[in-house]
C-alpha cells in the first residue's frame, strides 16, 4: 500500500478508536448520573416519609390551637409521579366561613419542596409560591410555613 493510504488507514483507526472510547465514557458517565440521582431521590423520598408524619403533627396542633375559632385542618398525603415528584402534601384548611383553602408540599426528586397557597379547586387560583430544599427542612421549617399560611389565609 502507498504510504499516504497507510497514514490515512491509521488516523481513522485512531480516530474510530478515540470516538469508541468517548462514547463508553459518556455512557458510563450516564450510568453514573442516573445511579446518583437514583440515590438522591432514594434519599429525598426517606426524607419525606419522616417529614410526613411532622408535618401531620403540626397540622393536628395548629388545628387544636386554632379550635375555638372552627379552624378544621386535614392533611392529604399522596404518591408522586415516580420521575420528578416524590410526593404531595396537601393541608385542607376549613375558616369559620366555610371557604377551603389549600396549602400544598410538592416534593421534587432533586430534593427542592414547592410550596403553594390555592383558593379552592374549583377556582384554582395561585394565591403564593415558594421552595426550600427538604434536606434542610426541620421541624420549626414546617411549622413556619404552615403558620405563614394560617396567617395569610384565615
Same mark, same amino acid.
Given at each position: 500500500?502507498?504510504?499516504?493510504? /497507510?497514514?490515512?488507514?491509521?488516523?481513522?483507526?485512531?480516530?474510530?478508536?478515540?470516538?469508541? *472510547?468517548?462514547?463508553?465514557? %459518556?455512557?458510563?458517565?450516564?450510568?453514573?448520573?442516573? /445511579?446518583?440521582?437514583?440515590? =438522591?431521590?432514594?434519599?429525598?423520598?426517606?426524607?419525606? #416519609?419522616?417529614?410526613?408524619?411532622?408535618?401531620?403533627? =403540626?397540622?393536628?396542633?395548629?388545628?387544636? *390551637?386554632?379550635? /375555638?375559632?372552627?379552624?378544621?385542618?386535614?392533611?392529604?398525603?399522596?404518591?408522586?409521579?415516580?420521575?420528578?415528584?416524590?410526593?404531595?402534601?396537601?393541608?385542607?384548611?376549613?375558616?369559620? #366561613?366555610?371557604? #377551603?383553602?389549600?396549602?400544598?408540599?410538592?416534593?421534587?426528586?432533586?430534593?427542592?419542596?414547592?410550596?403553594?397557597?390555592?383558593?379552592?379547586?374549583? *377556582?384554582?387560583?395561585?394565591? %403564593?409560591? *415558594?421552595?426550600?430544599?427538604?434536606?434542610?427542612?426541620?421541624?420549626?421549617?414546617?411549622?413556619?410555613? =404552615?403558620? #405563614?399560611?394560617?396567617?395569610?389565609?384565615?
Amino acid at each position: 500500500m502507498p504510504e499516504n493510504i /497507510e497514514r490515512r488507514l491509521r488516523q481513522m483507526i485512531a480516530r474510530k478508536r478515540a470516538e469508541a *472510547k468517548a462514547a463508553l465514557e %459518556r455512557e458510563a458517565k450516564r450510568a453514573q448520573d442516573a /445511579e446518583d440521582r437514583d440515590a =438522591i431521590a432514594a434519599n429525598v423520598a426517606a426524607k419525606w #416519609d419522616q417529614d410526613r408524619h411532622i408535618i401531620s403533627e =403540626i397540622a393536628a396542633y395548629f388545628e387544636a *390551637k386554632l379550635s /375555638e375559632f372552627g379552624v378544621k385542618l386535614a392533611p392529604d398525603f399522596r404518591l408522586g409521579d415516580g420521575h420528578t415528584i416524590v410526593g404531595t402534601g396537601a393541608i385542607r384548611v376549613i375558616g369559620s #366561613d366555610g371557604r #377551603d383553602r389549600h396549602f400544598t408540599l410538592t416534593v421534587h426528586t432533586q430534593g427542592a419542596v414547592s410550596v403553594s397557597y390555592e383558593t379552592p379547586p374549583s *377556582k384554582a387560583v395561585l394565591l %403564593r409560591r *415558594k421552595e426550600f430544599q427538604i434536606a434542610t427542612a426541620t421541624r420549626a421549617t414546617y411549622e413556619a410555613e =404552615i403558620l #405563614d399560611f394560617l396567617e395569610f389565609a384565615l
